[in-house]
């Protein structure tokens, strides 16, 4: 939903809590997922809900998404996507960072991440959100591949 500000606008729903339309929405991305650099199938990701939480732009036709864990003092981003019309328009950008503000968690300290090292497009909107590499985990990927590890410290903490 694009509001009459021009904002995109973002829910937050908890572990065990995500909408159940939310899974035909990924089946519908397969083909998206096998092209692109990561490994995570429609069922992975919905398998994520048991433990993930899910920030979901509203009532699109094509919503855009971003998946992470919480642990005490890190959150982990598992997966973050744009729809690949809607791409290079700051709707990433945004819902990282709204993700990150409205995280309840008044012990975080970092997010965390992994990509791949070929996914430059992703590699490039972390670095502009402030993540930096941390290491290289080598042949991490089914292709052989690496991952880099990323944090980000101190940005968009829960305010307490
Ligand atoms: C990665 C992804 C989420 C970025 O979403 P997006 O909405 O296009 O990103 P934004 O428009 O917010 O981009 C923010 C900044 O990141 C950088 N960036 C994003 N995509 C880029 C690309 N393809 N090439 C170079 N820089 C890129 C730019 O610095 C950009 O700022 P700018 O447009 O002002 O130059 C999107 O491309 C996507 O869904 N990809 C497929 C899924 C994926 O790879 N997810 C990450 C793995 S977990």
């Known amino acids: ?9 973002f829910e937050l729903y908890g572990f065990d809590f995500w909408p159940a339309d ?37 009532a699109s036709d094509s919503p855009s998404f971003l998946i992470y864990q ?3 003092a890190a959150a982990e981003v598992f997966f973050v996507f744009v729809s690949p019309l809607r791409r290079r328009n700051g709707l990433g950008r945004q ?5 990150q503000h409205h995280n309840a968690n008044s ?4 997010w965390t991440l992994q990509v791949h090292e070929q ?3 992703a590699l490039a909107m972390y670095e ?19 991952a880099l590890e990323m944090e980000a410290r101190g940005i968009g903490l829960a305010k307490s």
């Open 1 to 9: 939903m694009i509001s009459s500000d021009g904002m995109p606008r």
């Open 22 to 58: 939310f899974q035909g929405y990924l089946q519908t991305l397969a083909p998206a997922l096998k092209q692109s650099h990561f490994y995570w199938t429609p069922d992975d990701l919905w398998a994520l809900q048991s433990r993930s939480a899910l920030v979901l732009e509203l």
């Open 70 to 72: 919480d642990y005490e």
């Open 95 to 99: 819902m990282m960072t709204w993700a």
């Open 107 to 110: 012990h975080l300290k970092s």
């Open 119 to 121: 996914n430059l497009g």
């Open 128 to 146: 502009a959100l402030g993540y930096q590499v941390q290491r290289r985990l080598d042949r991490y990927y089914r292709d052989g591949q690496a």
